[in-house]
């Protein structure tokens, strides 16, 4: 069974720094992506940022672009999402996704595995 677990999540202020971390079990995902999401109360999931794990491709959204880095340790299977330069638009749950197969790596649909979310609050 697969299980994703986030961490890292909290609150700080703008231009304040966050790292989360999402560590994966039960299988391994060097085929595919992982990816972050996030959602605001009353707003849809929306894409932040993609990493295929076999060569290390990254891909963000234009609202992270520049202060969020994604990155991957394949021996700890785990994936990270370095956020700097944080703004109150940024607060919001972060998912951390898998895809179990090629897919658009920028809407949720494309993802099989979520974790369970964790809040990120940034103060102004």
């Known amino acids: 069974q697969v299980q994703l677990v986030e961490s890292g999540g909290g609150l700080v202020q703008a231009g304040g720094s966050l790292r989360l971390s999402c560590a994966a079990s039960g299988r391994t995902f060097s085929n595919y992506a992982m990816g972050w999401f996030r959602q605001a109360p009353g707003k849809e999931r929306e894409f932040v940022a993609a990493?295929?794990?076999?060569?290390?491709?990254?891909y963000y959204s234009d609202s992270v672009k520049g202060r969020f880095t994604i990155s991957r340790d394949n021996a700890k299977n785990t994936m990270y999402l370095h956020m700097n330069s944080l703004k109150p638009e940024d607060t919001a749950v972060y998912y951390c996704?898998?895809?179990?197969?090629?897919?658009?790596?920028?809407?949720?649909?494309?993802?099989?595995?979520w974790g369970q979310g964790t809040q990120v609050t940034v103060s102004s």
């Open positions: 990493i295929r794990w076999a060569n290390g491709w990254t």
């Open positions: 996704a898998a895809q179990n197969s090629i897919a658009v790596l920028t809407t949720p649909h494309g993802y099989a595995y």
